[in-house]
């Protein structure tokens, strides 16, 4: 079932200082036409830049996701993209007038709110999903970082962090589908140690820096002059440790809110790559650097994809319509039957799957010594594939026929061999009408085309 892509219905602003730049800037989301993405711009800069939350744009993951583009940067968008993909929005322009996105209260919980309070619309376009096919994989082994995506349904993800702690010890997350976010991990706030708190503040990294915007984890025994000093650099009369390993004057709102956190910062930093995902996620010890070399390494297979459009086949997975389901919609017998498998099928496209042996009858007459699988034949397994297609949206297919009414241009790419398997895969060009099919269709052996074309054919009652 196809799900249609979303934009908000109205426009909403959020306001607030930076986490790092200590700058106030206000945000606001505004509603985008379909396949907009998520984009920054900065109304503040001369020529009102627009910066596209891409992989390819990250310049910096130090203490946090910055993007970069047309001279203009951006810091700290992990929280608010994961907000929207947690949102099932697809389509969004974010005006800003400073830096950074405002830090809130550290978690993406206040984005969620302001989203749902401008509402939601569908649109026409229907969402592409980036569907994890086969395990991908990526290590960091100097910094201890593993991460992995395998396939699975919806978009499901499971952190572990170790913090080499005593007072912390490991902590585990997970998420089992995006109906969870909002009340189990949107409101999960950011976090930094102790011992990295104090050389930030001393660098002035974190001018935004506060106790209510952040947890403070502390990872060993500290002591009071240790927390006075860091009072005065926050100008608080005084700091404590509240409860093991926690300094704040808050509580945690989860036992494992820091590795609910760190899946937060995960979906934020892979909506860089520009589609929503199918797959479960898994990572060890994850940070913005390996989030974002493992986005990055998501991207290129997008990329490889996009460029080679060749349908998976998985002999393990039952086939649509198997050789018998297909005899009792096409009225062809072997030896000119020529599809096997309809491997997918939707309300515009198709899969067929032809296993081409030695054994075929053509083989016996077309270049015996060198045999090549006739291309007229390929058209017709092709249509045949089509023929399926079209006859399946009939409840009595029995009693119809399949004919030719145009092909064009058709091109021949590569020789079809024995042992080869050619999966041919068409999609309607203008809807079915009248039992009229039109499709564009193409060939595959493995990732190459060895065919294509423009086919038209319309089924007719037998009478």
Do not use: W
Request: charged residues 25%; hydrophobic residues 40%; aromatic residues 6%.
């Amino acid at each position: 079932m196809s799900e249609k892509q979303r934009t908000i219905n109205t426009s909403v602003s959020v306001s607030g200082i930076g986490l790092h730049t200590g700058k106030k800037s206000t945000l606001t989301f505004k509603p985008a036409p379909e396949n907009h993405g998520y984009k920054f711009q900065r109304i503040d800069l001369e020529g009102q830049p627009i910066i596209v939350a891409d992989v390819d744009n990250v310049i910096d993951t130090s203490r946090g996701t910055t993007l970069s583009k047309n001279g203009a940067n951006i810091h700290t968008t992990e929280h608010v993209l994961a907000a929207l993909v947690g949102s099932k929005v697809d389509n969004v322009l974010m005006e800003i007038d400073g830096p950074e996105v405002p830090i809130m209260d550290g978690s993406s919980l206040l984005f969620i709110k302001a989203l749902e309070q401008a509402g939601y619309i569908e649109q026409a376009a229907e969402r592409e999903y980036f569907v994890i096919k086969e395990n991908i994989t990526f290590e960091d082994p100097e910094k201890g970082v593993e991460m992995l995506a395998v396939p699975q349904e919806d978009y499901r993800l499971t952190v572990m962090v170790d913090y080499k702690s005593k007072l912390l010890g490991t902590q585990h997350a997970s998420m089992y589908n995006l109906e969870e976010f909002k009340t189990e991990i949107s409101p999960c706030r950011t976090f930094v140690f102790l011992h990295e708190l104090e050389a930030l503040l001393e660098k002035d990294l974190i001018k935004g820096g506060d106790l209510d915007n952040a947890i403070v984890m502390v990872a060993r025994e500290t002591k009071q002059e240790e927390l006075d000093k860091l009072a005065s650099l926050l100008n608080k009369p005084k700091v404590e440790i509240k409860g093991i390993g926690v300094l704040n004057n808050t509580d945690l709102k989860f036992e494992n809110e820091p590795a609910k956190h760190k899946l937060l910062d995960i979906i934020g930093d892979l909506a860089l790559i520009g589609k929503p995902i199918k797959g479960h996620i898994l990572a060890a010890r994850p940070g913005h650097a390996g989030n974002v070399a493992f986005a990055k390494k998501i991207k290129q297979i997008i990329k490889e994809q996009s460029n080679n459009d060749a349908p998976h086949y998985d002999p393990n997975i039952a086939p649509i319509f198997n050789i018998n389901d297909i005899t009792g919609l096409l009225p062809h017998r072997q030896p000119f039957l020529l599809i096997d498998k309809i491997i997918e099928m939707s309300e515009n496209h198709v899969v067929g799957l032809k296993n081409v042996t030695m054994n075929e009858e053509f083989f016996k007459g077309h270049f015996p010594g060198s045999p090549v699988m006739p291309g007229v034949l390929l058209i017709e397994a092709m249509a045949q594939t089509g023929g399926v297609f079209t006859l399946s949206s009939v409840p009595d297919p029995e009693n119809y026929l399949t004919y030719f009414m145009k092909i064009d241009k058709v091109r021949f790419k590569q020789k079809v061999l024995p042992g080869d398997t050619v999966l041919f895969k068409l999609e309607l060009l203008t809807p079915i009408r009248r039992g009229i099919c039109h499709m564009y269709g193409k060939a595959y052996v493995g990732k190459n085309v060895v065919m294509e074309g423009e086919l038209m054919a319309q089924i007719s009652k037998i009478k």
